[in-house]
């Protein structure tokens, strides 16, 4: 498909809360128990879940975290930045896209516990990408913070963090 406009028609994607368009597409049977989890989980989750995920032209996915790792995957578009900052307050730039020679890889990993948000590295474009977390992504393992919670932990990250932040 040519367009984003296309691909969020044909996939059925609707907005997504941190910026963007998505839909779920897989959710496994199976159930780890709250028990079988690591501190911090409130009830049980899906062995695992996957979601489409679309940005386009200046669109951008808010800084964020959750509690589990998860791992996306370029589909079609433009590539797309995905900007890491972990605990320690190191930032990293993971490029997705099919331009490996310059830097890009078809998949990458943004580890539990980070902060993250993406964005489209051509503006006029669009980034359709897969997302999969394990354990099962719920909304209660989502955190969403103001720019000025984020830049009190990481003022050095101060300019990038206003860019990609919505309050």
């Known amino acids: 498909m040519s367009s984003a406009q296309a691909w969020v028609e044909q996939l059925g994607l609707t907005p997504h809360p941190e910026g963007g368009f998505f839909k779920e597409v897989y959710r496994s049977d199976g159930v780890i128990p709250e028990s079988a989890l ?3 989980f409130s009830g049980d989750r899906n062995f695992a ?9 200046d669109e951008f996915s808010a800084f964020h975290r959750i509690r589990q790792d998860e791992l ?7 590539s797309l ?3 890491v900052i972990n605990a320690d307050g190191q930032y990293s730039e ?11 890889l078809p998949q ?11 964005s489209v590295d051509d503006q006029a474009g669009f980034s359709l990408v897969g997302c999969m977390v394990a354990p099962g992504f719920e909304f209660a393992d989502f955190e969403m ?3 000025q919670s984020l830049i009190s932990l990481f003022p050095q990250h101060a300019e990038l963090i ?3 932040t919505r309050s």
């Open 38 to 40: 690591p501190d911090g």
């Open 49 to 57: 879940t996957s979601i489409y995920f679309l940005l386009q032209d």
């Open 72 to 78: 996306w995957y370029f589909h079609d578009g433009a």
């Open 81 to 83: 930045t995905v900007h």
């Open 94 to 104: 993971l490029k997705l896209g099919r331009d490996i020679a310059n830097g890009c």
């Open 108 to 118: 990458h990993v943004v580890k539990a516990g980070d902060w993250f948000a993406a």
């Open 145 to 147: 913070p103001t720019a």
């Open 162 to 164: 206003h860019q990609l």
